[in-house]
């Protein structure tokens, strides 16, 4: 299994069999951006993907477009771009996104998105209001969180009431690596977490490609080569139902770079956190349970 994972690994690595058109979602009144796949059976899957704070879909047009090579419609909201965006806000937008997509012919006119297949993915602040969506609908099959941090209200609080499948990739030793355990340890349906060891979190965001040439920019793209197979992988098992890929949605395969990390395992952690702590704090967590 294992030789056969690289293989796949290296496979997702590249992009997928299909173009990729890129068309402006503003003309529905939700600014933003749809990646359509050409050549593909219609209609298609389609994954809403969140930004990170004070950052848009321009920040990830290569991750996008990989995966609208692997045959998904991808639509991506280019809203809540301040800092202070409403996270509540920002789910009824990527949910007005998805709404959009739903109704339209994409692309060359050929393509539509399966109302039946739809998961939402989001980076970093995205990744939490991914979460948040999700909890709020019922048409969610799939949710991918990539290095998420958490929302107002709260996307933990609602993952308890989530029965999507979700993925949740985090960075090992990461300043969001308590929101990605919070997020883990409330959700209520099938659930693989990954930490990975050769990414970073704000590497995820593509930069400038114009200070990019001239070496004012430099996207961490160990980051990029790590976490991009392992979403198209997936979302390729869950969302588009696609067996070769299905040990991307095994919660114990062993995937290079990566840990899968288990329940038992993060509240091992905590008890070691917890020991290790001040007085003082072990007196207030035993009251609080936190």
């Given at each position: 299994?294992?030789?056969?994972t ?18 402006d ?40 477009k ?9 639509v ?10 409403h996270?509540?806000?920002?789910a009824?937008?990527?949910?007005a ?12 006119g ?17 990744g ?7 909890s709020?609908?019922t048409d969610?099959?799939a ?19 989530c029965?999507s ?7 090992s ?5 308590e ?15 990954r ?6 979190e ?11 040439g ?8 160990r ?5 991009r197979p ?11 139902g ?7 949605a ?30 003082l ?10």
């Amino acid at each position: 299994m294992a030789t056969k994972t690289k293989n796949l690994l290296d496979t997702l690595s590249r992009r997928g069999p299909h173009g990729v058109d890129t068309g402006d979602l503003g003309f529905t009144g939700t600014p933003g951006t749809v990646f359509v796949p050409r050549g593909v059976d219609s209609p298609a899957p389609l994954v809403a993907f969140a930004h990170d704070w004070t950052k848009g879909p321009r920040h990830y047009v290569d991750t996008l477009k990989h995966l609208a090579s692997w045959g998904f419609v991808v639509v991506a909201p280019d809203t809540d771009t301040s800092g202070r965006p409403h996270h509540q806000h920002f789910a009824d937008h990527l949910s007005a996104a998805i709404e959009d997509v739903l109704v339209a012919r994409l692309g060359r006119g050929s393509v539509r998105a399966d109302p039946r297949r739809i998961a939402v993915a989001g980076h970093g602040l995205g990744g939490g209001v991914a979460a948040l969506l999700a909890s709020q609908r019922t048409d969610i099959d799939a949710v991918a969180m990539i290095f998420p941090k958490d929302t107002v209200p709260s996307a933990a609080d609602g993952a308890v009431y989530c029965d999507s499948s979700a993925l949740i990739l985090s960075a090992s030793g990461g300043v969001q690596t308590e929101d990605a355990r919070s997020l883990h340890l409330a959700w209520r349906g099938p659930l693989v977490h990954r930490r990975l060891e050769n990414a970073i979190e704000r590497g995820f965001v593509e930069r400038n490609p114009l200070l990019d040439g001239i070496g004012l920019a430099d996207p961490d793209k160990r980051t990029h080569r790590t976490v991009r197979p392992l979403l198209a992988g997936y979302l390729l098992a869950t969302l588009a139902g696609d067996d070769t890929y299905s040990a991307f949605a095994d919660p114990e395969e062993k995937i290079k770079n990566s840990t899968a990390v288990t329940y038992e395992m993060l509240e091992a952690e905590e008890d070691d956190l917890l020991a290790d702590a001040p007085p003082l704090l072990r007196f207030v967590k035993s009251f609080t349970g936190g």
